[in-house]
């Protein structure tokens, strides 16, 4: 039996909705998404669960693609309408838990590397070594105009910008020698500056002289994330990631985008298994299958096809607004995300949807697959999927919280720690450790 055991990871938004539009529309409970005391519990709950990771998504922009206004999105209450900033939460979660990863979103167009590398340092030595940043490089107009653009760089230009970001944040840093830090009271030494270095960065689109002013993380630097699936975004997640998230409608798209991952680090003469692929679901857990179907059914009832929409627009910086709603859909464009789009224009196609149909279905998970039954029958299907090589692990996205957390947590994980496909405990104390184990 091999001793290769799956890794989890747990979606989130620092808002009212997740990859589901339903979650704050749950009949059952309001959803206190403003407080600290909401995502602490989720947190203790994930960790419970012996998650590798919890994690933010981020945007910078409430979405205003559709209709030309924030109307429709911020009535109600797209990806976009709120979303907190998700390293400032990190930083209190890394007093409360003290095992789990901390992974959040940031971007490469639009913040600046000198900061980051500060952001994730710090986080990384408050949490012990349990830092992660999702690498974006952002999506829409919306974003680029509340930093003084008129409009986004182009998709590629983006990728292009972000590689120099890379090559600058990992020399920052890298600029703190292993053992730089002495803390010699008695003689008053600090740090020795001989390991301690300028980096000297000068390129086509940074220029940085360095040092971080922070010491070396326990981690070295944290875990890169990346969801690229693009052919110019899977070459960037390839090289930098060691955590690939993505989406995957069918089991066949799993198994070619994990393949084509592999493919792609391979290419970068990558370690096997250095690059995780995590594939994104959305549970829901029932005492049968047709139970958890009927649960399925009543959160999409909650989603508006406007509110998909909304988000559609804004993930794919087009005002789907100006089309006919009810008219089959031709190709969507985007000058957004590549690989979404195209996969909700090709689920149109071949289903025959309307924008209308298609706005739905993105309202209730984004095309996240939306995984329907008892805790064994989702565990044996995971399992499988995992078993197969189709996927290293999954990224659990809620459709209510912290509801769909604790039911796959006391559910789902004890059966996939029965099929010895799941850590029983933690073994490591850094999130790289139980990426490895
Ligand atoms: C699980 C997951 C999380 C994501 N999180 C974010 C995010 O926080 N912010 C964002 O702008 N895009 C996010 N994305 C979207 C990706 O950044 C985008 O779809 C991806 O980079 C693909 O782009 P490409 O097809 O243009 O290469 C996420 C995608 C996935 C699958």
């Known amino acids: 039996m091999s001793d290769r055991l799956m890794n989890l990871a747990a979606f989130l938004i620092?808002?009212?909705?997740?990859?589901?539009?339903?979650?704050?529309?749950?009949?059952?409970?309001?959803?206190?998404?403003?407080?600290?005391?909401?995502?602490?519990?989720?947190?203790?709950?994930?960790?419970?669960?012996?998650?590798?990771?919890?994690?933010?998504?981020?945007?910078?922009?409430?979405?205003?693609?559709?209709?030309?206004?924030?109307?429709?999105?911020?009535r109600s209450g797209d990806q976009d309408s709120t979303r907190m900033d998700p390293v400032l939460i990190l930083g209190a979660l890394a007093a409360t838990t003290s095992r789990i990863g901390l992974g959040a979103t940031r971007s490469t167009t639009y913040d600046q590397p000198y900061n980051l590398a500060r952001e994730f340092a710090t986080l990384d030595h408050?949490?012990?070594?349990?830092?992660?940043?999702?690498?974006?490089?952002?999506?829409?107009?919306?974003?680029?105009?509340?930093?003084?653009?008129?409009?986004?760089?182009?998709?590629?230009?983006?990728?292009?910008?972000?590689?120099?970001?890379?090559?600058?944040?990992?020399?920052?840093?890298?600029?703190?020698?292993?053992?730089?830090?002495?803390?010699?009271?008695?003689?008053?030494?600090?740090?020795?500056?001989?390991?301690?270095?300028?980096?000297?960065?000068?390129?086509?689109?940074?220029?940085?002289?360095?040092?971080?002013?922070?010491?070396?993380?326990?981690?070295?630097?944290?875990?890169?994330?990346?969801?690229?699936?693009?052919?110019?975004?899977?070459?960037?997640?390839?090289?930098?990631?060691?955590?690939?998230?993505n989406i995957s409608p069918t089991r066949e798209h799993m198994r070619k985008s994990t393949q084509a991952i592999r493919d792609e680090a391979a290419r970068f003469k990558r370690e096997d298994g250095s690059c995780k692929s995590l594939i994104a679901i959305m549970p829901f857990v029932g005492r049968s299958r047709e139970e958890a179907i009927e649960k399925r059914d009543r959160a999409n009832a909650l989603v508006d096809p406007m509110v998909g929409l909304s988000t559609l627009s804004a993930h794919s910086n087009v005002d789907l607004s100006t089309l006919d709603l009810d008219a089959p859909v031709e190709t969507l464009q985007s000058s957004g995300t590549q690989s979404l789009i195209a996969m909700a224009s090709r689920i149109a196609k071949d289903n025959a949807m309307t924008l209308r149909q298609i706005g739905k279905k993105y309202g209730e998970s984004v095309l996240v697959p939306q995984v329907c039954g008892t805790p064994r029958q989702i565990a044996d299907e995971l399992a499988d999927i995992f078993t197969s090589g189709d996927a290293d692990g999954f990224v659990v996205s809620p459709a209510f919280l912290p509801d769909s957390f604790a039911e796959f947590v006391d559910g789902v994980v004890p059966e996939l720690q029965r099929l010895n496909v799941f850590r029983q405990d933690y073994g490591a104390a850094t999130l790289r450790g139980h990426l490895q184990n």
């Open 14 to 74: 620092a808002g009212p909705v997740a990859h589901s539009h339903a979650l704050w529309r749950n009949p059952a409970h309001e959803v206190p998404f403003l407080s600290l005391d909401y995502y602490a519990e989720v947190a203790r709950t994930l960790e419970r669960g012996k998650f590798d990771l919890i994690f933010f998504a981020d945007r910078l922009a409430v979405a205003d693609r559709f209709g030309g206004d924030f109307g429709v999105g911020i």
């Open 126 to 245: 408050l949490s012990k070594g349990r830092a992660a940043w999702n690498v974006v490089t952002s999506m829409n107009d919306s974003e680029a105009m509340n930093f003084g653009l008129e409009s986004h760089l182009s998709h590629d230009q983006r990728y292009d910008r972000a590689e120099e970001f890379m090559e600058l944040i990992f020399k920052l840093w890298g600029s703190w020698d292993d053992g730089a830090l002495v803390l010699d009271r008695a003689r008053g030494i600090y740090a020795d500056p001989a390991k301690v270095h300028y980096i000297d960065h000068a390129g086509t689109y940074f220029k940085s002289r360095g040092p971080l002013n922070i010491p070396r993380g326990p981690q070295g630097r944290p875990v890169i994330i990346q969801a690229g699936a693009s052919d110019r975004g899977r070459a960037f997640a390839a090289r930098w990631a060691e955590v690939i998230f």
